[in-house]
């Protein structure tokens, strides 16, 4: 906040590096945290597709202990309706292949409690199965007697009875394992879904938190750098400054020697102050009373002429340096805002008439003839301080004219405010002279080898007056093609 709010303001910690590293730490930092979800999720992702795995392999299994236990039972029946020694060996064949089977479904369902329990029936009708095969295939072996024959004819109930509820288990188990499957896998998709979804927001989280926390800190230094800017401004005004910008970053480094600088400044200004009015108090005074004496001896009887134009010499140097030390006081009053001003109505064209009148001398000392081309506006202003402008600046065009030429003073309506212009036809002034023409003490080369010497104040003099009734001065000129002096005063206009 400016000189006048009343809103303290919020500084956030640390110098500019430190809360650099805050804004790209803080998106980092939830990234990480996005990370540690991501790899969480596809730790479980894994998982489920193992399971998925592995009820997939057990339903192999299950289908391959399917298809050696319905060749088992074929090839019994064949070898029992005809003995042959093929179906034997194709039995042999399968009950290896069974007792692979069985002891690959037993590893496979150890992996996971859930197909664990589903199998744990199945594989316990399975091992019933398996003994009845066995036995019936070491019967068929040997020599069929009576009683071979009926534990055959009882093991092949037996089997009739098993098959169908083995392979009914089977069933269910292939089922529920296609089941968890089916589960494994829509969990599969969910968990994907679900990191696109993490990952998704990690992006735009990120950016918004980055995006408010480099709005937060750009807003804490453009308002303390405004401030500061603004300290410029009140310091030019010589008003108090801001309070400080606080912190304790490099900012408030830079506010703190800003303050030191002004304090020197105002130090340096004060001793300056001091400086004016010891010239002021012991140089007018002894500057007066060798004026009066000058005067005096030139109104001595019979004197020489020679000893008439020394007097007449030093009577105009003394007084070039009052008018110095005249302007050097003015323009400290005015830098200090000590001086005066007393506005009151004033009429463009009684102004102008007026200064033009107190300069005829200067007119007709070079044959100059003076063009009016003027508009009549009443404003607000102070009527000795106007009139001092206007007369320094048709001095300075008389100076710079040469013999018998033409100046025209203008009064004319310029956006909405009265525009007063005074045209010369001198040599002109280039560009890199009007920079600084305003300032203390600058000089043209053309007025530093003029014969007639200036202090290089009555410009910015002029400048100060014009800013004080809150107007605008400048100057409009080239090479060669003269020079137009205006200044416009920002006034009501009736």
């Known amino acids: 906040m400016t000189k006048g709010g009343s809103k303290k303001l919020r500084v956030l910690p640390g110098n500019l590096a430190q809360k650099g590293l805050l804004i790209i730490g803080l998106p980092i930092t939830l990234e990480l945290v996005f990370l540690g979800l991501i790899t969480f999720e596809n730790k479980k992702l894994e998982s489920q597709a193992n399971r998925e795995a592995h009820y997939r392999r057990l339903l192999a299994e299950c289908a391959l202990m399917s298809f050696s236990s319905a060749g088992i039972f074929q090839h019994l029946q064949n070898a029992l309706a005809g003995y042959s020694g093929e179906d034997l060996e194709a039995v042999d064949r399968d009950l290896n292949l069974l007792d ?37 295939r070491s019967l068929l072996s040997g020599k069929l007697e009576i009683d071979s024959a009926c534990e055959l004819f009882e093991l092949k109930t037996s089997l009739l009875e098993l098959v169908p509820r083995f392979l009914h288990e089977q069933q269910d188990l292939c089922i529920n394992a296609m089941n968890l499957s089916n589960k494994a896998n829509k969990l599969q998709v969910q968990t994907r879904a679900k990191e696109r979804n993490w990952i998704i927001a990690a992006a735009i989280t990120s950016a918004l938190i980055a995006v408010w926390v480099g709005y937060i800190f750009s807003k804490e230094i453009r308002s303390r750098l405004a401030i500061i800017k603004d300290n410029t401004v009140l310091l030019k005004k010589n008003e108090a400054l801001n309070p400080p910008v606080g912190g304790a970053d490099e900012i408030r480094s830079l506010d703190e020697a800003f303050r030191e600088m002004a304090d020197a400044l105002r130090e340096a200004k004060a001793k300056e102050r001091e400086l004016y009015a010891m010239i002021a108090h012991d140089i007018r005074s002894p500057l007066l009373a060798a004026k009066i004496t000058v005067g005096l001896a030139q109104k001595q009887e019979e004197l020489p002429a020679k000893t008439n134009e020394y007097l007449r010499r030093a009577c105009r140097g003394l007084e070039q340096i009052s008018n110095l030390i005249s302007d050097l006081l003015d323009i400290e009053k005015l830098s200090a805002g000590k001086f005066e001003i007393f506005p009151e109505r004033l009429n463009s064209v009684e102004l102008v008439e007026a200064s033009r009148d107190a300069a005829q001398g200067l007119f007709e000392e070079k044959g100059i003839i003076v063009e009016l081309s003027m508009e009549n506006y009443e404003f607000m202003g102070d009527r000795d301080l106007l009139k001092r402008v206007i007369a320094n600046l048709l001095s300075n065009a008389v100076k710079f004219s ?22 010369d036809r001198g040599p002109g002034i280039d560009a890199e002279s009007q920079k600084k023409l305003f300032k203390h003490f600058s000089q043209t080369s053309e007025a530093r080898n003029s014969k007639t010497r200036s202090s290089g104040l009555g410009l910015s003099i002029c400048k100060m007056v014009v800013e004080e009734h809150d107007g605008k001065i400048g100057v409009n000129s080239e090479p060669g093609k003269g020079s137009e002096f205006w200044f416009s005063l920002p006034l009501p206009i009736n």
């Open 100 to 136: 692979q089977t069985l002891e690959r479904v037993k590893a496979e369902a150890l992996k996971d409690s859930e197909s664990s329990q589903a199998s744990a029936k199945m594989l316990a009708t399975a091992a019933t199965l398996r003994t009845t095969f066995s036995r019936a």
């Open 402 to 423: 040469p013999e018998k030429a033409q100046i025209d003073i203008q009064v004319k309506k310029h956006e909405q405010m009265p525009r007063f212009s005074i045209k």
